[in-house]
């Protein structure tokens, strides 16, 4: 997830039980374009040796430049593999021709695919959404191309283009899919608790179920969907788990990015954290303004020891 997925949140949510980890989005433009010296492109490529599984999630409109990209990337030797975004909503994305664009011209996205499968050895992964909307859902079709082209696994978000975010997402063309293809189905959109876990698999009959807003604050959602998964109590967090989660995060951020940067990097995740607890909007606002990791810390201590269990 763009803005999210940086090694310090991957490396979290892997110690609560996440089998795969994506990187942010990266496009392949950008990453061919950007001098030796970005920053930028520096932490969307760095990664921590505890990771596994780990796949670059690569964003483009030309074969030729996401192959080239690909190349590059796959010479990493910590990435397993490449995905390939076929799903972003965002106007900048669409409107360049990327992302969900992508499901309106398939005859590219098959050229894509094949440039990139061509020139690595390593997994390749698709991410997708059903359709660009309602009228033109072509998950099927899309999936069996993917399946033709060699991709090892598919991601499939079950809403269309048009959809964005809202709405539900759509399980049953998930299902569909993992009946017209042999390849591995993971299943996408609106798991937020473990019984969310459980239907979705029960729904699409999926391989696999792929966390995204649900894991935001709460990657402890990761562990509690295993539990359930093999008929065990989910242990929820207690106010000290939180802390703990939080602060390690805090500290990981700030080693990668700098105080400054980390800081301000991690206040959407301390909205996230303290999501739903007493007291929550004016700690919000106290850390939105607070200038020093250690006054940050005590912030957090603070609410989180006065947090009801
Ligand atoms: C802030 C944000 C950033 C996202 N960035 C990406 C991204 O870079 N690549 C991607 O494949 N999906 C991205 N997504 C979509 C999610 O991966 C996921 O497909 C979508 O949120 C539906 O799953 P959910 O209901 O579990 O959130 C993003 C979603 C959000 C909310």
Redesign the pocket.
């Known amino acids: 997830?763009?803005?999210?997925t940086d090694w310090p949140f991957r490396l979290i949510c892997q110690r609560m039980g996440a089998d795969e980890l994506y990187s942010?989005?990266i496009s392949a433009m950008g990453l061919l374009q950007a001098p030796k010296s970005s920053t930028a492109y520096a932490f969307l490529l760095s990664h921590h040796p505890e990771e596994r599984h780990l796949f670059a999630?690569l964003f483009g409109r030309d074969p030729e430049m996401c192959a080239r990209a690909a190349e590059m990337i796959s010479r990493l030797e910590y990435y397993d593999g490449i995905d390939l975004?076929f799903?972003?909503p965002a106007q900048k994305v669409v409107s360049s021709g990327s992302g969900s664009a992508l499901l309106k011209d398939l005859p590219l996205a098959r050229k894509i695919i094949r440039a990139v499968r061509n020139v690595m050895g390593k997994r390749l992964s698709v991410?997708m959404r059903i359709g660009w909307d309602r009228s033109s859902i072509n998950a099927v079709d899309f999936a069996r191309l993917c399946e033709d082209e060699g991709v090892w696994q598919l991601c499939v978000?079950g809403r269309t283009r048009e959809q964005q975010?809202a709405g539900k997402?759509d399980w049953d063309v998930i299902a569909q899919v993992k009946r017209a293809v042999r390849i591995p189905v993971i299943a996408?959109?609106?798991?937020f608790t473990p019984a969310d876990a459980l239907a979705v698999i029960d729904a699409t009959g999926a391989d696999g179920i792929?966390?995204?807003?649900?894991a935001l604050g709460n990657p402890w959602l990761f562990r509690m969907i295993r539990a359930s998964l093999s008929g065990e109590a989910a242990a929820k967090p207690g106010p000290e788990e939180k802390l703990a989660t939080a602060l390690h995060h805090l500290q990981m951020m700030v080693g990668l990015k700098g105080e400054d940067t980390g800081m301000v990097e991690m206040r959407k995740h301390f909205g996230w954290y303290l999501k739903g607890m007493k007291g929550a909007a004016e700690t919000r606002v106290r850390i939105n303004s607070c200038g020093s990791v250690q006054e940050l810390t005590m912030i957090l201590q603070r609410f989180f020891s006065e947090a009801e269990h």
């Open positions: 997830m763009a803005g999210i942010e989005m999630q975004n799903g972003c991410k978000h975010y997402a996408n959109g609106d798991v792929a966390l995204g807003r649900g």
